[in-house]
């Protein structure tokens, strides 16, 4: 998807894991008057992507964000992700920093974990009885520990239907080593949440 000024300076904006884009693009719509929007569906996960899913623990994401870079003639580029797309941008970081201009790290995958223990009893088991059961109070239980009791209701939607239709991504990118970033020298802003149950602020 792409939007904004046509000479706006460029953001490339991942969405999150497991996500589309539609819904990652609503939480930075005050962005788009004044800048070239370009926003990907990540390979393999939900939209209009190809099915194949790449590796997040090599330097298959740089090559497929340059070769992207490349087709709509963007040298470097401002970057965003949430969650997974986060960690998509530390992929890009690590293997072609030059390509960064600056980026925003929101929740961010790919830095550090948050509790397994935690994943399965609060994410992991009420999915399965949604898929089991499709009952919307395990949803409701998801969505709420996904955002801490803010999640719009059309994004609730949005996830259920993931959650029925769609195979989904498990793995989480590689989590980055100082070393990988010896070259990294752009500006990052990182955004964490004390209560999120994937990666929260106290271990990022």
């Known amino acids: 998807m792409v939007t904004g000024p046509v000479y706006g300076k460029p953001i490339i904006i991942f969405q999150g894991g497991n996500c589309i884009n539609p819904m990652t693009l609503s939480w930075f719509s005050s962005l788009f008057k004044?800048?070239?929007?370009?926003?990907?569906?990540t390979i393999g996960h939900p939209g209009y992507s190809a099915e194949t899913r790449v590796s997040a623990q090599d330097d298959s994401f740089a090559l497929w964000i340059s070769d992207l870079m490349k087709y709509f003639n963007v040298d470097k580029s401002a970057f965003i992700g949430p969650s997974y797309g986060a960690g998509i941008i530390l992929r890009l970081a690590a293997f072609m920093p030059e390509k960064i201009s600056c980026s925003v790290l929101v929740s961010p995958a790919g830095i550090q974990l948050g509790s397994k223990m935690k994943m399965i009893q609060k994410i992991l088991l009420p999915m399965m009885l949604f898929n089991m059961t499709s009952s919307q109070k395990?949803?409701?239980?998801?969505s709420d520990v996904m955002s801490y009791h803010t999640m719009k209701s059309i994004d609730k939607l949005i996830i259920g239907e993931i959650f029925t239709h769609v195979k989904l991504e498990q793995d989480m990118p590689k989590l980055t080593e100082s070393e990988e970033l010896i070259s990294y020298l752009s500006p990052t802003m990182v955004i964490v949440g004390n209560q999120d149950i994937f990666f929260p602020s106290e271990k990022l």
Do not use: N
């Open 34 to 41: 004044e800048y070239r929007i370009y926003a990907p569906d």
């Open 138 to 142: 395990q949803l409701q239980k998801i």
